[in-house]
């Protein structure tokens, strides 16, 4: 390549003298001409050597693989060094085994690989079980919010979670999860956790997200249940969020803003009815509780009056802000919203909306000379508010004037009870504090409190089936302590034993101990921070 | 108000500076661009010479500095796996995804050793594109460094006969580099050293070296007093001298067990900057290996 390029320069110098020593115009650019040809033929040439020589380095590179063990290389067709002196390395023994297995594996591996080394779907699939004991009565859906928590005495299946992932094209990549699980009854339940395409890279730190997705609400809501540092749901995400975390169909822009901190805008646009959104459109009870327990705020929902426009989709919007604040500690700081109608109330209730508000902040420590990231300390907390507009309500559902069963009371005139419309506020937060102690070994220590300003409907003196009901045990004051440890004995498995000291405002102290087990087979992508 | 516009406009103009931004994932790769880019580019690693590489912490930070990178240089052998795809899968820069303009997977072209026949992870944590820690060996450092020159000169074509000076520049000073750390290790050819998790398979087919035992049972096992007793006696039979340890891996084992056989433990480090008089670059690195592997021979 030098040769080459000394020859144009020798030809346009000599071309310059004879331009320098009085030629004519038209021969200069006769001249010019030429020397333009000139220099595309030899580019061409160039260029045609250059590929020859691509050729011959594949193939001496793939000689290689498939020969035994000569460790001959090229490097830009420059040979550094001289081959190893084979006869006196009495290593060589060692060096042939090594290469031998190299050479072995190519022709296998090769159907598995595609584009620097990823394969075109990467699948993974993870078992998370538990086993374990708990004084409560009502486990699931009582001390257990989570619809993946342990939710018996005994063992729990808290889920079998396919996981698929890779680009689509040059635009998208694309990612599914769907989840297997056995409830308490020991009936199957099959769940699309999320199923979305997103952009791969649209112009100035713009993404979009499609399909089925947890809503970017805090920390904890967009994880999947094997990523969390503990055996079940925080208190104030079952209550708020729901057993299986805000999700649902809908679209989703983020922006990564032009700081030289890492500061991120995030707005979902999602339906707002459905299981998975529990404080909005959603028509059961609260949580995973049993279908016979009374509903939130005591009045069903059957004030749905779909979707007419934006406002009755749930719009969440969410900014997150990162600052290293030494090389090991890292600070994350988010402020999360969710808005969107719910259908509480009777038919002709009108307009009612719920909003909820969460704060978070992560902090992290990890050692400048860690090993397999240990050891670490990290701290994690979220607050959360949430007001909930519930819709008048009148439990003389049929008209009759008279109590008939299962029908709430108001015991000061014997009638069946007519709720006014109000507004309930309840907030909550949790805090986990983790110290990675040596490398595969976790300790964690959470602390959560969660309650709700008291709502007329819970003051007033209403009886179910002559039982005064009093205040509503999924909105009451509740506080857990849980620690843990968990032992890591890679990163594809994981043992966790927790234990719970739950106090609840109306039912009482309960205390439970779980052992959560977990595998991972096959592909599993990079967590973020 | 005005204030607050030059501070966001202070902050807007903050990461580009003129000269092209190369982030490398590792110290290494970082290394070998600065002898390729000299002052015409700046140059940042992801990882930290004194962490595990395999768990750098994808902190929001890094997204940012994918983000406003024109030249990403990556080692391409699952070294970084656990960490880097969603961080640049966030960032969303043409320019560094893979395909792009200045996407640079480092060991193209680099013979790889250990590639494994099957994958199968009841044999420990395996790169099924076979042992990363390539850059052990000097050679592969002028196939990185070309690979660099490559793209550099593609993206700043004005600087382009710099960064070709600076890349023969280094791969002719490795070159003489080389055969003397050759001559250095010659004598302790076919000795057998010790190392903690079996990240040196290219330093030893390079120097001739034999470096086939190691603490860990399996790649990313903690060492088991089982295997530990094994390979003391393995030690002892081949008059094993060495054990070298990477500074993020556990010292007290290697020490236990060079107490139980006469070895000597020393620290070594894949990246510049990982050990002290090591900070200086590439060849300041490979000096400080080879010389600190015959002073414990030699011994």
Request: proline share 5%; with cysteine.
């Amino acid at each position: 390549m030098n040769s080459y390029r000394q020859l144009i320069a020798g030809l346009i110098m000599a071309v310059g003298l004879c331009v320098v020593s009085g030629q004519q115009s038209s021969e200069t650019e006769q001249l010019k001409q030429q020397l333009q040809q000139l220099q595309e033929n030899l580019e061409r040439t160039q260029r045609e050597y250059q590929a020859q020589i691509q050729e011959l380095q594949k193939r001496v590179h793939d000689l290689e693989q498939t020969s035994a063990g000569a460790p001959a290389r090229l490097s830009h067709g420059q040979p550094v060094v001289t081959d190893l002196d084979k006869e006196s390395n009495p290593g060589s023994n060692w060096v042939a085994a090594t290469a031998s297995s190299s050479r072995g594996s190519a022709s296998i591996l090769r159907p598995l690989e595609s584009k620097d080394g990823r394969s075109y779907l990467d699948i993974g699939l993870i078992g998370t079980f538990a086993a374990g004991t708990s004084t409560a009565d009502d486990i699931s859906g009582g001390t257990q919010l989570g619809g993946h928590d342990p939710n018996q005495r005994g063992f729990t299946v808290q889920g079998i979670e396919a996981n698929f992932a890779g680009a689509v094209d040059p635009y998208f990549r694309a990612n599914a999860n769907v989840l297997f699980q056995v409830d308490e009854d020991g009936e199957s339940r099959l769940e699309l956790e999320e199923a979305w395409l997103e952009t791969l890279s649209l112009s100035s730190g713009l993404q979009v997200r499609a399909g089925e997705f947890y809503t970017e609400f805090g920390r904890q809501n967009s994880l999947h249940p094997h990523a969390w540092a503990f055996v079940d749901q925080p208190v104030v995400l079952g209550r708020f969020l729901g057993p299986d975390g805000l999700r649902n169909p809908g679209a989703r822009a983020s922006w990564l803003t032009p700081t030289p901190f890492f500061s991120e805008l995030l707005l979902s646009v999602q339906n707002s009815q459905g299981e998975t959104a529990s404080s909005f459109r959603s028509g059961g009870g609260h949580g995973n509780a049993d279908e016979s327990a009374l509903p939130l705020a005591y009045r069903h929902a059957d004030n749905d009056r779909g979707v007419d426009g934006l406002e009755d989709l749930l719009l969440s919007p969410r900014y997150a802000l990162s600052l290293d604040l030494t090389d090991n500690q890292v600070l994350l700081l988010g402020a999360s919203a969710a808005f969107g109608p719910n259908s509480r109330g009777s038919e002709d209730a009108g307009s009612t909306l719920t909003q909820i508000y969460g704060f978070d902040l992560t902090w992290k420590w990890k050692s400048p000379e860690h090993h397999a990231g240990f050891p670490f300390v990290s701290f994690q907390t979220e607050g959360l508010m949430r007001r909930y507009e519930a819709g008048h309500f009148d439990w003389d559902e049929n008209g009759n004037g008279l109590v008939d069963f299962g029908e709430v009371v108001d015991s000061t005139t014997g009638l069946p009870a007519f709720l006014a419309r109000e507004t309930l506020t309840d907030y909550g937060f949790y805090s986990q504090l983790l110290y990675g102690f040596r490398k595969g070994w976790v300790a964690g220590l959470r602390f959560e409190y969660s309650a709700g300003e008291t709502a007329d409907y819970e003051q007033s003196s209403l009886t179910l089936d002559g039982e005064p009901l009093g205040r509503d045990p999924l909105r009451s004051q509740r506080w857990r302590v849980s620690p843990n440890l968990t032992w890591y004995p890679s990163e594809f498995s994981k043992i966790r034993l927790q234990y719970n000291y739950d106090d609840r405002l109306v039912v009482g102290v309960d205390h439970s101990v779980w052992l959560q087990f977990e595998f991972l087979l096959g592909a599993h992508a990079a967590h973020r921070f | 108000m005005r204030f607050l516009s030059s501070f966001l406009l202070l902050m807007i103009a903050l990461p580009t500076q003129g000269r092209l931004n190369v982030v490398a994932t590792t110290p290494d790769l970082a290394a070998i661009a600065r002898e390729v880019g000299g002052s015409a580019v700046n140059v940042i690693s992801l990882a930290r010479p004194t962490e595990d590489p395999h768990f750098v912490e994808p902190k929001p930070s890094l997204i940012v500095k994918l983000r406003d990178a024109d030249v990403l240089i990556e080692g391409g052998a699952e070294l970084e796996i656990g960490w880097l795809p969603a961080l640049v899968d966030r960032a969303g820069n043409r320019k560094i995804s893979p395909g792009g303009t200045g996407h640079i997977k480092a060991n193209d072209g680099v013979r790889m050793l250990e590639v494994p026949t099957e994958l199968d992870r009841s044999q420990g944590d395996i790169h099924a594109a076979g042992n990363p820690h390539y850059l052990a060996d000097p050679q592969n450092a002028c196939i990185v460094a070309r690979h660099i020159e490559k793209t550099l000169c593609a993206l700043e074509p004005q600087s382009a006969s710099q960064f070709r000076a600076n890349t023969d520049q280094f791969v002719h000073d490795l070159e003489a580099k080389l055969a003397f750390w050759r001559q250095t290790l010659a004598p302790f050819k076919g000795q057998t050293v010790v190392g903690y998790h079996n990240s040196w398979p290219y330093f030893a087919e390079r120097f001739g070296l034999r470096i086939d035992l190691f603490l860990e049972p399996k790649p990313g096992l903690p060492a088991t007093p089982t295997h530990l007793a094994e390979i003391i006696g393995q030690m002892k039979q081949r008059r094993a001298r060495v054990i070298i340890v990477d500074r993020y891996l556990d010292r007290r084992t290697a020490e236990a067990v060079a107490s139980r056989t006469g070895a000597k433990v020393i620290e070594v480090t894949h990246f510049p900057g990982g050990i002290k008089d090591t900070e200086k670059g590439y060849v300041a690195l490979m000096d400080y290996l080879v010389n600190a592997l015959a002073k414990a021979f030699a011994r």
